[in-house]
Structures are given as structure tokens and as C-alpha cells.
């Protein structure tokens, strides 16, 4: 990707990652891809907003090279230390021997950790201001948003919030601005990001966001790190973050099974069926064919949670087991929930999902359903009751 113009002397210099599919280890499948987005601001004083993954750095020199040698880059901000933003930190930081860099405290940490430099450091802190020329640019610690190092930058002149993580979308594309793609695209991949990155600190998430409201910037521009810059839908975006951050539900059931030989995934439909027959939306996952980052996006704000494996050895089945894992540590907060399952002869796997459901803090509201082998006609019938109760509770 060239560098790009977003605004008066402010330039888009990141990369695209055509074909990265798995994000964080396995823990987000990016099936669009993803951006590593890097800016470069040319004032009296030329400062570079953030690095990308070090298999970029090449790509990002090249970039800058388009408006500026580096050797003329001044100062460069860290807003956050992970490496999909700080890996070329080391060989940019050696072709910029006039840089001073800009971060929080824990950023100066993370990058001597990760890398063994961190070039001549300023570790700053919420509401410190460095000026550039015509541009001041303000700093604004945003601690686990969604590391303990993470921090925005703001520059009033341009009207521009600097981001980071926040209010970005795993999104391979060469435009650069929400208005250019397809939005609804783009708010499913802003839902997911949220969802798979951010869900766990919706806390505090709505404390910095109501801080930053405070200071009462003037935002024309958010300039994320991953994916689109928000210019025609910033209102939305920051409405959705702030009912995402309160844990807001709706009305939807997320029913989430795993089968051996289909009697779990049986039952699984009568409950869907029980469910909307009182006019509940429930959508269906078999989470061996489901991605699970698209899952916990519509889990996100969903009320009900209905959780199904057969038992094998003892437990549950090995990929919800996996997936209820990565559940509790997203920590849902006020969302509903039972379990169910088949089984041949000791039926453990229903027992410990309850016990997922508890750490996690979501509500059970009622017994959870077991049938031995193949489930009866009674057992189904009990399978759309539970079904119809729970969307009940849901609607309560
Ligand atoms: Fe995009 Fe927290 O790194």
C-alpha cells in the first residue's frame, strides 16, 4: 500500500496483510485480512504515529520514503507496544538517529522487553502535550484499552484522534476511509474487533471514554491502527463502543453445541424452536463449523446464552471445551444461560459446563437438560419447553 493523504501534511504510511488469517495466536480469524496502520504528520517537526508487525518494516520505509527521508522523522509516538504496531520499532528507530520516541511508562518497559531498545524515551502522561509546529499534539493514557501500556494521541489542529486498538476492524483493504467501503462490512468487522479484543474491559472502556469526553476535543478524524479512519461515521461508531462497553444485550439466544452423533444437536434445535416460538431471536452455532470469532461477535450482545455437548471421556467434547475457555475470559457481564446435552452413561459434560457458566459470572436460570443416548419424543418436548422458559426470562 502507497503512502496516502488523509488530511493536510497527514499521511497514511501503513500496510496491508492480504492473507493473515489467524490474528493473536488462534484466537481471531481475520478472514478479510488485516491493516497495520502507521501516520506520518509533516509540521516544522515530522513525527511518526506508531511502527506495524516487523514483516512490514520494509513496506513502511518505503512509504515514508514517499514524503520524507526518515532521517528527518523527530519524534516517534508509541501508542501501544504490541507487536503488531512495534515490531519494525528497531529498524526504524535505527534509520531515525534524531528521533525521540513518546510513550507511557510501561510502553519505555514493554519495548526494552520486547526488543532491547527504546531509543531516547519520554515517558508521558494523560494530558501532556509535546508541540510540533503549527500542531501540538496531547497524550492521552488509556490504560488496558487494551494493554497496560496503551495511550491516544490527539492533535487539535487536524482535528484528529490517534487511536490505536480502539475503534479499529480487521480489514484488508487499499482504501483508507470508512465512506469508501462497504459500511455494513465494515460495522461487522468493527463488532467483531470489539468483541474478540476489547469485550473484557468494557469497565473500563466507558470510564476513559466518558474522561475523553471531558476534555471536550473536537474529532473530525479517528485514526485507527487496524483497518478504515472513521470520517462519516464517527457519531456511530462511538455510540456503538459506549453500548458496547455498558454490556447493553438484546433480545437474541446464541444456542452453541457440540455433537457425537447428533442427539446433542437434536436437542440443540428443539430448544431454537422453543425459543422463538415466543418470538425470542435464536441463532444456531455448531461450533465445529462456526468460527468462533464471528460467534462471540454475535454473542456480544445477545441476553442468552445456551450451551450443548455430548459426553466423551468423562467431559464435555473437545471444541466447545476450547471454546468455553475463551468464553469465560471474555467476562459477559448480566447475560443468562443453561446447558444441556446427550450422554451414554455418566453424562459429565452438562455438570461441567454449569461450572463454565458459573466462573464466568453469567446467571443459570433454569435446570439444565440431559437424555441418554438418542433423546425420546418426551425428552425433545422437554428440550422446547425449556426453550420457550427461557425465552421467557429473556423477555423478563
Ligand atoms: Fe493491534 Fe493490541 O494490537
Redesign the pocket.
Known sequence: MAAHLVKESVYSVGCVDWNVRNFHGSTYITDRGVTYNSYLIVDDKITLIDTVHKGFAKELIENIKQITELSKIEVIVIN?I?P??SGAFPEIIKLCPNAKVYGTEKSRQGLLKYYGVCGDFTAVKFGQSLNRGKRTLEFIEVPMI??PDSMFTYCAYDKILFSN?AF?QHYATNKIFDDEVDYCALIEEAKKYYAN?LWPFGRLISVKLEAVKKLNFDIELILP??GLIWRSHITDILNKYLFWAANSVENKVAVVYETMWNSTEEMAKKIVEGITSEGVEAFLFDITKCSRTDLAAYMLDAKGFVFGSSTHDNDMLPVIAGFLHFFKGLKPKGRKAFAFGSYGWSGEAVKNIEAVIAEAGVEKTQESIKAVYAPSDEELKKCYEAGKAFALSIKG
Open positions: 501501544h504490541e503488531d504496531h487494551h494493554w486498538d479499529g479484543i491502527s487496524h
